[in-house]
């Protein structure tokens, strides 16, 4: 039987709308259970207050509770891979933090891609990073100190939290734009680092904010410099890395992310909650305490955000020839 050309038509768009039908109803009734947030820390640190914080948020507007399941281990890979792993339906879901980009590279046997496994839902926050010295340091600026490692080469120490580390790569990214040398020295955490940085045994340190913006308003530690783009609004007076050495940018962040195929809908239906979550003042004045900025963004920034960054660390990683102990 020969259709006229119209109908033909109306009846193939039909066709191809029914499969999605399905898909719209799953996002419309998402969720339909409890969710797991998987998040690759120890309860107690920023990443598990900022899951906490995006969970109760998610779980009053959506209905379902938001569980925040705390697997720590092998630099967060252990909860990432848990959550590749995991059915792609949204209800599980990983808190994608700036250590995964830096882990691509990092790990050279890692079970999962990264990128290719996980769906970019939402960013949370920015968290700055501070270059900081010690009070005895002969450095009071980032160009003095620059002339002062340029003067004495391997004779500075850098405190950082394990190869690999953001307190790590950071600071190999400032010696190869500052064309410097510093020496590593390890640490298990930021604690007994910042220890021995006030007390003069190790010489400076890239530390996140939150952990030392305390010991910088005692008058403990000086701040040389932010490694944001731009002035922290906790440390306006401070200025940044980059205003010295141009280009120099290095990040903290943390946000969501789903196993992939996870439906458009959902990641969709997720973005919009979060990103209101990241309007509401209340949660803005939390963030702000813990010295980050929101991080309001789409699926597709947030996954270019991703995919800068372990392009990013991944030369600095190989540049330096960081290996994981």
Do not use: C
Not at 85 to 108: C, F, K, Q
């Amino acid at each position: 039987m020969n259709l006229p050309r119209r109908k033909f038509l109306h009846l193939a768009a039909g066709a191809v709308a029914l499969p999605l039908l399905p898909r719209a109803g799953r996002a419309q009734n998402y969720p339909t259970q409890p969710v797991r947030l998987i998040v690759g820390f120890g309860p107690g640190g920023v990443s598990d207050i900022l899951s906490r914080l995006i969970g109760q948020w998610l779980s009053e507007r959506l209905g379902q509770p938001f569980l925040i399941e705390n697997r720590p281990g092998a630099g967060t890979n252990i909860a990432a891979e848990a959550a590749v792993r995991a059915p792609a339906d949204g209800h599980t879901l990983l808190l994608v933090t700036s250590s995964n980009a830096i882990n691509a590279t990092l790990y050279e046997k890692l079970n999962f891609n990264f990128i290719r496994d996980i769906a970019p839902v939402a960013g949370i926050a920015l968290v700055p990073s501070v270059m900081e010295v010690n009070l005895s340091f002969p450095a009071r600026t980032v160009p003095e100190f620059v002339a002062y490692a340029k003067a004495n080469p391997g004779k500075i120490n850098m405190g950082a939290v394990g190869p690999g580390s953001s307190t790590h790569i950071f600071g190999e990214l400032f010696k190869m734009m500052a064309g410097v040398d510093l020496v590593p020295v390890h640490y298990s955490s930021s604690a007994p680092a910042l220890t021995d940085l006030i007390s003069g045994r190790v010489d400076v340190m890239f530390d996140p904010l939150i952990s030392s913006i305390e010991h910088i308003k005692a008058g403990t530690l000086r701040a040389l410099a932010v490694t944001t783009a731009t002035r922290s609004d906790v440390l306006p007076n401070v200025p940044t890395v980059g205003e010295f050495l141009p280009g120099y940018e290095a990040l903290l962040w943390q946000g969501i992310g789903a196993p992939k195929n996870t439906p458009t809908g959902i990641v969709d239906k997720l973005n919009r909650e979060i990103n209101a979550a990241l309007a509401d003042p209340r949660i803005k004045r939390r963030l702000a305490d813990l010295g980050g900025t929101v991080l309001v963004n789409s699926p597709a920034d947030f996954g270019k955000l991703i995919a800068d960054d372990t392009e990013k660390w991944g030369k600095v990683i190989r540049g330096a020839n960081i290996k994981q102990n």
